[in-house]
């Protein structure tokens, strides 16, 4: 792994994300058009580690990002270079750093289509595809069918009543991110014969909120556990990243939602996705780049 990477005119050299003004981190964003405001990317520096790319005098030119979840499991995200210097190595440079942080974990991502090549050869293996929907809500909060059990709100404070749930969905333990996440989302779960059945969280995020991530056994109460935040959001902008292409799109669908760009799942070590019938499912992701 080279300590420098030069590329055409300029030389890159790895920093600390922690330490990058997060303006030039939203600046980085902006220019391949990616969402994330400040306060997205304050959160993802306190749930993840990472570097940026720099030049000579402080340029950020691009980053990568790695969210640690146990001692041999991480997800990858944020990983940004700028449109110049997309084909020159940059990228490649800045996983390479990825992989000596990480050591021997197995990893997880979802790529973007400028990025699925590069990770391709870098030894992913595609899983799954992730549909992004967003729009404004148009939902009125008629026509879904009684909800079997209770939906009730949980306080951050409780948030350790999911874990168990959240780590037979997602296949390892993400306390750590959860935690984080519930210090500025609405949690809400569904409790049937006293048993949290299904949970699901709402924060802020980009142009408007994202409802994420959404665990559940089954549709129907995967759609009462979105449903309860539309009904708050109306007219609002809202995202979901979901893995599901049944009943849960089709009501994000009739709830104004558009279907627009799509990542794909990635696995490097081991497959990361851990679906098993009878089993709880992550119906919404907490991020494409969580995962």
Known sequence: MQDSVRLKSFELFPQDIA???????????????????????????????????????????????????????????LV??????????????????????????RLSLNATKAAYALYLSLGFTKEAIVQLYDGEVSWSGAS???????????????????????????????ERLLTLLAEVSRVCVLRRRGEIVGYSMCREFGRGHV????????D??????????????RGRFVRVDTRSQGVFAEF???SGLVAGEAVT??????????????????YGLAGHSFN
Not at 42 to 56: P, Q, S, T, W
Not at 211 to 218: D, L
Not at 265 to 282: D, Q
Request: charged fraction near 20%; aromatic fraction near 6%; hydrophobic fraction near 45%.
């Open 80 to 105: 940004i270079t700028v449109p110049r210097t997309q084909a020159q190595g940059n990228g490649r440079w800045l996983m390479d750093h990825v992989f000596s942080q990480c050591g021997a974990r």
């Open 211 to 218: 409802i994420g991530p959404i665990v559940s056994f089954n």
């Open 144 to 174: 879904l069918p009684p909800v079997d059990g209770r939906l009730e709100q949980l306080s951050a404070e409780a948030i350790r009543e999911i874990m168990p749930l959240d780590r037979a969905a997602f296949g390892v333990d993400r």
């Open 265 to 282: 799942t990635m696995w490097k070590g081991r497959p990361f996705l851990n679906e098993v019938a009878g089993h709880p499912i992550v």
């Open 252 to 254: 994000l669908t009739r």
């Open 19 to 77: 330490s990058v003004d997060v303006e030039l981190l939203h600046a980085l964003t902006i220019s391949v058009g990616w969402p994330h405001r400040p306060n997205d990317l304050e959160l993802m520096r306190r749930a993840g580690k990472g570097i940026v790319a720099v030049d000579g005098i402080g340029r950020v030119f691009g980053s990568a990002m790695w969210f640690p979840h146990g001692d041999d499991f991480a997800t990858v995200g």
């Open 220 to 233: 129907e109460d995967v759609i009462h556990l979105a449903a309860v935040h539309m009904e708050a959001l």
